[in-house]
């Protein structure tokens, strides 16, 4: 799961990753600071599910796994259908590409 928020000049984002059959769980959250131009509650959403992939993507690597899967959530519908459908071709002009790529990228 993940979250985010834009508020005075800084975006913010905190995620959650839980063991389905455990009580194991990872967290972290990140802080953001930059230009307002720069910056949406959408973006820090796209951070938090970046911040997933790349753990996960990690933990894959590091425990050598060749299998399994995992399920994302967070409040924001558009941004999971933006960055987690990547069978459509993404054009530059998209909100926040570079985000967006690095997403389709993991």
């Known amino acids: ?24 769980y990872i967290t972290g959250c990140m802080l953001y600071p930059g230009a307002a131009r720069d910056h ?7 951070d938090g599910l970046y911040s997933v992939l790349t753990v996960t993507s990690k933990m894959y690597e590091y425990y050598n796994m060749q299998e399994g899967g995992i399920t994302i959530g967070c409040d924001g519908l558009s941004t999971l ?10 054009a530059s002009d998209v909100s926040n590409f570079d985000l967006v790529r690095a997403i389709y990228a993991l």
């Open 40 to 46: 949406s509650s959408y973006r820090s959403i796209l």
């Open 1 to 24: 799961m993940s979250d985010g928020s834009y508020k005075d000049t800084f975006g913010t984002a905190a995620w959650v990753l839980l063991a389905e059959e455990t009580v194991a």
């Open 81 to 90: 259908d933006t960055s987690l459908h990547n069978e459509l071709v993404l």
